[in-house]
């Protein structure tokens, strides 16, 4: 028999794209554990134990409400838009990047009128035009991506809630943190969040497969007030609500089958972010001290940065411009080659002008990979190579 | 390093309920592969092999055109009713049990009018009632489930699908087929099936947490000539069906992140199923046989049966009664001791009355793990033990 301690990924290229991100090998190991029933007291207590680390991960223990789903991250802007915005109603997006224009098409699809701030590419969304938009319409919810995968743009999420609160108190405020949970703090009580979206195989280092969402009691109070019916069934919050009651108090329910693998694999990597060395706030100082190192290292190598400021970068990816006269051809497959997969460029209008590295989970914390260095020696070696070649 | 030949799942209770089932030891070892990029050339190999092979299981290379989605399985009725049923047209469902109570639950939310034919507990909707309905009323879709999970009752979907094509050769004819592909034989193209909804986690013995679907070209038809925007963003195929076609041409394509380790695991599951002896024939066949010799020597321990007649019972299911005298915490408790997990009842009507045995997947096709004599064995003491006592 194989065990927890005796279980060893097979060898592979080392995945840094901003996700999905490479798994330790014992988060791995449970995500092949034997099939389990949905309804038995063991895996039960497993999908609790899930749903309150997730609170602990989110600082949402004071008014969150857990959501985990099988589904892809996306599945999230679904949860979001279904349940609590009816058709003809006003939201707002804070657009940094890809994900806010498909944040935007989603709540578009679920009838809600959107209007979009977008920031210049790089740049974030202005707090006077911010605020200047919340007073010329009253949005039923404001949509802020926390970092925009595409342009590794790190939006001051605690600031814009501020703002909203104080121009519009009885405004929602959705937070896409798929690309941001386990690697950027979110203080969801704190900060007066209603909704967090994210997902597991991002800065919480877990394969990809579950729609995780933090929704606030005040979040849940509106879906009771709607008027409108929720017009799907599997995102249905009024249809989950009763099953992560019952999973958090011990007792089976159900409606759709959990992924019961995927879960236990979350359990263990929610687990070894909140149990083990670093603590929680220690994992945050890291994660801002490799991205600072990554960011300083690249710069030296003559990359710029998509984000126009270190202030509003991520800190669990980096979106590098190529150094001049250096192309996309000259840095992906040579790395590839050398078995590091890093992403290339996602925002259409300058795709070919940068590439993305994601330094998220493992590969940040556990610094006996080694990942980082390994990451910033092949990168300079192939930049290297192509001047070389240039000369 | 663990290797897939060196890999064995961890000791566990044996887990005979109706899904998740038992999964292979190579399956659970893929599904602890490494992360890999969504969009790396080797990943869309895997995922557009899985497309293919999801087409031959069913029988639907002619017209079929599968999707892959992260999620459950019950997210199929969303993608059927969400892409095909406009709000105010008329559906019909056939319902042997809850799981046709919830398809009907989900056309309704998505605006169908939707008429039942419901069977008696364990019986068939009569051929009669459903020509008499189809006569009565134009329906754009009309559901079967092919096996329904709580009463372990099997539709004649072939000859459902002939009287359907003979009264109304327009409806689409949609196949609730969680608990059967695999299992069961589904003759896509010849039926004139227009959507098979299944999932991973039974017939074919892989983890749960993917929406399996296949739509026939008519389908997809239908979906263009709708007028209604379809009003779900995460199932709707408009942006689906591009992701689908360029993972089988071996192009990469991005709208949500799929679950890479799990399209790994399905990958290898399904490769079992029609690469390795037996033949997919074969194992239509040994299912058949498996479930007889089950149902055979549960009615020599005094056992009755929900589904009303053999004809009609699901090959991969057993749903039966308990003895006279002997009561659920006689047999489910006792079994679970024995680390045999058998499911209850799900009916509400007659919950208490029966319990339900998986013979799905490898407790049913590998004979060299004794899983069948193992389960009809433990069942005989408890229930004999149970005499015992009451005597």
Chains 1, 2 share one sequence.
């Not at 009816?86 to 224009?101: I, M, R, W």
């Not at 706030?281 to 990554?294: A, N, T, W």
């Amino acid at each position: 028999m194989s065990s927890a301690q005796s279980f060893q990924q097979a060898p592979h290229k080392l995945l840094v794209i901003p996700g999905p991100v490479e798994c330790s090998d014992s988060i791995l190991y449970a995500n092949a554990s034997p099939s389990v029933s949905h309804v038995s007291p063991a895996f039960i207590s497993v999908f609790g134990d899930c749903l309150r680390m997730l609170r602990k991960v989110l600082y949402a223990e004071k008014t969150g409400q857990p959501f985990m789903i099988a589904g892809s991250g996306t599945l999230g802007w679904d949860q979001t838009a279904a349940n609590l915005v009816e058709p003809g109603e006003e939201c707002l997006v804070l657009n940094h990047g890809y994900f806010g224009d498909s944040f935007a098409d989603c709540l578009e699809t679920y009838g809600a009128k959107v209007t979009v701030l977008k920031a210049a590419i790089g740049g974030i969304v202005d707090e006077k035009e911010l605020t200047k938009a919340l007073k010329e319409k009253k949005f039923k919810l404001v949509t802020i991506t926390h970092v925009d995968t595409s342009t590794g743009v790190l939006a001051p999420a605690a600031r814009y809630a501020e703002l909203i609160h104080q121009a519009s108190p009885d405004t929602l405020i959705a937070l896409d943190a798929v690309c941001a949970a386990g690697s950027e703090e979110i203080r969801f009580d704190d900060w007066g969040i209603d909704v967090v979206v994210t997902a597991p195989q991002k800065g919480l280092g877990v394969p990809p497969g579950l729609s995780l969402v933090m929704a606030s009691k005040k979040a849940l109070g509106v879906l009771n007030a709607r008027k409108a019916p929720v017009s799907s069934y599997y995102v249905s919050w009024r249809r989950w609500l009763p099953i992560m009651e019952a999973y958090e108090a011990g007792q089976p329910k159900y409606f759709a089958t959990p992924p019961v693998q995927l879960v236990t694999a979350l359990n263990v990597g929610l687990k070894q972010i909140l149990d083990d060395s670093p603590s929680l706030q220690d994992r945050f100082q890291i994660h801002k001290d490799v991205s600072k190192y990554v960011k300083d290292e690249l710069e030296k190598m003559g990359c710029g940065f998509v984000p126009l400021s270190r202030d509003h970068s991520a800190n669990g990816m980096t979106a590098a411009r190529y150094p001049q006269g250096i192309k996309a051809a000259d840095v992906l497959g040579p790395l590839a080659e050398r078995d590091i997969v890093v992403a290339g460029g996602l925002h259409k209008d300058i795709a070919s002008e940068y590439f993305r590295v994601g330094h998220m989970g493992v590969t940040a914390v556990d610094k006996s990979r080694g990942d980082v260095d390994k990451i910033l020696k092949n990168v300079k070696e192939v930049l290297d190579k192509a001047r070389a070649k240039q000369a």
